[in-house]
């Protein structure tokens, strides 16, 4: 089944110098597994692919359903230095939930 | 002891919301207000501020603020904590005594924390084998060190709590943690323990889910943001701490906003890094075990928390000087916008190629189109105008002032149906870089003072 994370998760995102985080939160709590399974730190690699230069972490928070990426090298340089408009990368969590996954179980949403 | 305090967040960064501290004391029951004013780059602007005038370097803001909320704080013996001290805490100080003068206050006590500023001591510091490299990149501090603008240790709450012991109605502090100013009271109501980890990493992120004002009780909330109720009077937040540690988080009954466990998950992932790992100088928070539950309209439970103990060090922030940055816009209409917008920063590039000019990167965005998501942003169907941004960076100021002279030409010179100049010729903006380090507890000793009316 083909899903936009949209459709399952919320998000907010800020900045650390040139590294910007992206936490990615299941609407419901059925639907964290599912993130956890689906959006790995490699897809959302790829997913940003010429916005973040550098690599992805990603680390888990089962208690409240969410997960976090630190997005390296994606600021163009960070805080002042930076020439983007979003130089604090402050909708990168919206840029995340335009990502699709494709999962083997159907879900309901 | 007291069985429950009631914490409120008045300010989540310099430039916020004016009304929200007033009505913080005002609307309800409150017993601190706690204003968090400095991003990172504010220090090295108020340290600027300083060097042109003594008595300058902290949040201005704050005194006409205080003027207007303090004969309520006094009546109502709500304490206020903040880092809007800045790079000057003293002068804040006096001149918040100046205006209590005028008010009438009596008996008021500020606690004024100091000592983090060590621009001054770097040389002492590194003759003493305290590197200060870049905690991220590794680089030694020789690359920058003649370009420093400022250097300041982030304390934590206990020099915050020292005052507060030593009878301070207000305290004000410099380079302070955001958490710090929540976590404080609590342990100063509480008689919490230095090596009590659990409930000292429960007052951080309490800390953490106030530090941003508004961001927690409705505002930038991406989940059904239509369904926010009027945002007109949002209401910060209120931490209601009792003395194990478990906090809720809510907000006063006459607002707007909303506080519920969605927008509370929000703020709490926001800028962190490892969760389980939130390091601060009192100590490392784990988010990983924080129990979320909506305890009634607009109240949400945070309980259950881990912590550990603190490392051996403080953070750093310096912030240095790094060249020249500027910004140009022009607005393109229809028919072909976007087309004509791409085909003016050809022209723009090509001529400041011409004069030979070198810049460090040239960065072009359509406002409008692609300068949020970038390669993400999909494809526009002949939009009726696209915003066409430039920046520029260089060490060069030079350049950066000419780049500024060849933006309004491209109006005669380049595409048409063109406009939205209106703000004149981009002007060179020094650009602030930060440099985080890592520096040892031992190394460095917070400065608490008293000062009474």
Known sequence: ?109 | MKSQIRIASGQGFWGDLLTAPIDQVTKGPVDYLVMDYLAEVTMSILQKQKRKDARLGYAKDLIPLIEQILPTCVERNIKIITNGGGVNPQSCSEAILAVARRLGVKNLKIGVVGGDDILDRIPVLRSQQIELRNMETGEPLDDVLDRLESANVYFGAWPIVEALQKGAQIVITGRTTDTGLTLAPMIFEFGWGATEWNKLAAGTIAGHILECGGQASGGNFAGDWKSVPDLEHIGFPIAEANPNGDVIITKHADSGGMVSVQTVKEQLVYEIGDPKNYITPDCVADFTSIRLNQAGENRVSVSDIQGRPSTPFYKVSMAYLDGFTAFGTLTYSWPDALEKAKRADEILRARLSQLGLHFEEIRTEFLGYNSCHGPLAQELQDPNEVVLRIGVRSRDAGAVERFGKELAPLILTGPPAVTGFAGGRPKPKEVISYWPALIPKTAVSPEVSIDQL
């Open chain 1, 1 to 109: 089944m083909r899903i936009q994370l949209r459709q399952i998760c919320h998000a907010r995102s800020g900045d650390k110098g040139d590294t910007a985080n992206v936490g990615l939160i299941a609407l419901r709590e059925e639907y964290y597994p599912v993130i956890a399974r689906y959006v790995t730190a490699e897809r959302v690699k790829k997913h940003f692919e010429g916005i973040v230069l550098g690599s992805v972490e990603r680390y888990e928070m089962p208690n409240i359903g969410a997960l976090n990426f630190l997005l390296h090298n994606a600021l163009g340089g960070g805080g002042t230095k930076s020439l983007k408009n979003d130089a604090q990368g402050k909708t990168l969590s919206a840029a995340l939930l335009r990502m699709e996954i494709e999962t083997e179980e159907s879900i309901k949403v």
